[in-house]
């Protein structure tokens, strides 16, 4: 989607620390850490939150679940523990509005979170 910060990281017209990419996901560290790991794992299809998701995107999302945990044990994180968060509509605070999951760990992390 021409407008969407994330497309263009896919497509390279911004830069990003990339992790891990596949043919249909993106892993890139995110640009303000809220711990010392802090990656966002993206599908490379643009949809703009679960509440956009049916059930045609159910393997997806679990895809990305299963590699979530992958990338963990890239980042070092998966003995230690990690938590994955999945912002969605305006009392969650999402503001990048293609759909991104948090992967945060590598230090004790909160919990309720603020
Ligand atoms: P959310 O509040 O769930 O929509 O999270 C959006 C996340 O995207 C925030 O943690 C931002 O720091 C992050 N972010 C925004 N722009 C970029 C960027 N260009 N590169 C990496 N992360 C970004
Ligand atoms: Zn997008």
Redesign the pocket.
């Known amino acids: 989607m021409a407008d969407c ?1 994330f497309c263009k ?1 896919i497509n390279r017209e ?1 830069p ?1 620390r990339i992790v891990y990419e596949d043919e249909k996901i993106l892993a ?5 850490p ?1 711990a010392p790991v ?1 990656t ?1 794992i993206i599908p490379k299809e643009h949809f703009s939150s679960l509440k956009e998701a049916d059930e045609s995107r159910a393997e997806l999302l679990g895809y990305i679940l299963l590699k979530a945990r992958e990338i963990a044990a890239l980042k070092g994180i998966e003995a230690s523990g990690f938590r994955i ?1 999945l ?1 969605t509509g305006p009392d ?6 293609h759909l ?1 999951f ?1 992967l945060l760990g590598g230090r004790q992390l909160g919990w309720p979170p603020g």
């Open positions: 910060i990281i911004i990003a890139f560290d995110d640009i303000r809220q802090h966002l968060v912002n969650s605070g999402q503001e990048v509005f991104h948090h």
